[in-house]
């Protein structure tokens, strides 16, 4: 119901097209001494945000990247600094017991541990948000209107001045648990807001919801002392 509200007081616009979707970093292990993970494809690893390639291999098996001796130590590879892992099939990446589309970001935390970021496309993000934030008993309707938000949400924190992650995938920002099933429910909702925004007086903002609203939702200046815009000062629920 909240959801919908904001449909309805908010503007929404497209995004961008469809083959120039955004993409965003998502920490998914924070300040790790080891992650596991998998990769079920040919992959590439690339010093990051350049075009230098630095390693080829056909896929790698369930091994663990961690830092030793200054390098990130990933099975028998070594780099000297972040390293971008880029597997040639969507969905190939496996980082402890959950696949992820996109690529994934190993970057050293104070020199002795680390944190591994996926970095995917906007759109398959807000397919592993949606399932965990909202839940397949929900209204068709209400299940879109839910997209709509967390790719609002999602959009806005896309700005954040963090220097290697957009957004945490808990819930410090959104619920995010990776790939789902491409005829879901999930990837239904998805595709049928593909690109859409909310934007209050045309301009992005922090699409905040709740799972429940106790009959009244709360202003966010009241909760988070952020200026109060109208989509965010409170409405009566009546559920």
């Given at each position: 119901?909240?959801?919908?509200?904001?449909?309805?007081?908010?503007?929404?616009?497209?995004?961008?097209?469809?083959?120039?979707?955004?993409?965003?970093?998502?920490?998914?292990?924070e300040s790790k001494d080891e992650v596991t993970l998998e990769i079920r494809a040919p992959f590439h690893a690339f010093k990051p945000k350049t075009d230098i390639e630095l390693a080829v291999r056909d896929r790698l098996a369930v091994t663990s990247a961690r830092v030793s001796g200054?390098?990130?130590?990933?099975?028998?590879?070594?780099?000297?600094?972040p390293v971008l892992l880029v597997p040639e099939e969507s969905g190939a990446l496996v980082?402890?017991?959950?696949?992820?589309?996109?690529s994934l970001l190993l970057t050293p935390v104070k020199g002795v541990r680390l944190h591994a970021i996926n970095v995917l496309d906007l759109e398959r993000y807000v397919?592993?948000?949606?399932?965990?934030?909202?839940?397949?008993e929900a209204p068709f309707e209400a299940q879109k209107a839910q997209a709509v938000c967390a790719r609002s949400y999602a959009y806005y924190e896309m700005t954040?001045?963090?220097?290697n992650f957009d957004l945490y995938a808990d819930v410090r920002d959104q619920m995010y648990t990776g790939v789902v099933a491409p005829d879901s429910w999930v990837a239904r909702a998805v595709a049928g807001t593909r690109g859409q925004i909310l934007r209050h007086k045309n301009e992005s903002f922090r699409a905040y919801y709740s799972s429940t609203c106790g009959g009244r939702t709360e202003s966010v200046?009241?909760?988070?002392?952020?200026?109060?815009?109208?989509?965010?000062?409170?409405?009566?629920?009546?559920f």
């Open positions: 119901m909240v959801l919908t509200l904001w449909l309805l007081i908010c503007s929404w616009l497209p995004l961008q097209a469809r083959d120039d979707v955004p993409r965003i970093r998502v920490l998914i292990a200054g390098k990130i130590v990933v099975g028998d590879l070594s780099f000297d600094g980082v402890g017991k959950t696949a992820y589309h996109g397919e592993g948000v949606l399932g965990p934030e909202i839940g397949k954040r001045k963090y220097e200046f009241e909760w988070r002392k952020e200026p109060e815009i109208e989509p965010l000062k409170g409405v009566v629920c009546g």
